[in-house]
C-alpha cells in the first residue's frame, strides 16, 4: 500500500498542486490529497479513483455507509471525506446568490444586456430560491419552433431544481413583450406544471433595462 508521499514524482498530487494549483488535478488526485494514503491491497491512487467513481454514479446519495462500501476504505478515511463534503455544501450554501425578486435576476443576467443578437437564458433555482446555474439556450431571433419546453426542463431536470427563471434580451432596446413572447412563455409554463418545476418568471431586458412578465400579471 503506497502513501502520497511514496508514489513517482510525476504522481505525486501534492506537489501538482503546489505547481499548478487545484483546478489542475483531476477528481481522484484531489481525493487522494484527502485521502494521504491508501487502503488494504490498494494504493492511494488506486482508492481514490473507486472513491471517485462511486461519487459519479450517484453523488447526492453518498453516505458513510454507502463509502464504507468500497473495499479498502476504513470508517476513518470514510468520515473524512464524508466531512469534506458536508462542509463544502455549508460554505457554497452561504455563499450561493439567491433571487427571489426580479431585480436580482436582471443583476445576474448584466452581462448579456449589450448583445447583438437575442439570447434566450435560464436560471435554474434550488427550493431556497439559491441560484444553480445560468445557461444561453438559444442565440437567434426566437421562435415558437427554436424554443423548446424539452430542452429548457431537460437542464432543470439534471440540475434538480425547484424551479426557473427564463430570460431573453431585446437588442432593439424595446421593452415591451411580442405576442411571441407571451406564446413561448405560455408554452414553458404547461411544462413547467407537467413537470412539476415552477416557472418563477420571464424576464425581457435590454440596455435600457428590464420587464417582468411575472409582475405584469402575463405569465
Known sequence: MKKINELIAVDK????LENKGASALKDYELMAIL???????????????E??????????TITLDSLLKINGLGKAKASK???AIELSRRYLIKQNIKITRPQQAYDELRK??????????????????HLIKTRVEFIGTLNRTLVHPR???????????????VAHNHPSGTLEASKEDLDITKRLKSGAELLGIELKDHIIFSTEGFISLKEQEKL
Open 35 to 49: 485521502m494521504g494514503s491508501g487502503g488494504k491491497n490498494k494504493d492511494v491512487l488506486q482508492l481514490s479513483r
Open 151 to 165: 430542452e429548457i426542463f431537460a437542464h432543470a431536470i439534471a440540475d434538480r431544481a425547484a424551479s426557473i427563471i
Open 51 to 60: 472513491i471517485v467513481k462511486n461519487f459519479e454514479n450517484d453523488f447526492d
Open 13 to 16: 498530487p501534492r506537489e501538482k
Open 81 to 83: 471525506i464524508i466531512s
Open 112 to 129: 448579456y444586456h449589450d448583445k447583438r443578437q437575442e439570447y434566450f437564458l435560464s436560471i435554474t433555482l434550488d427550493g431556497a430560491s
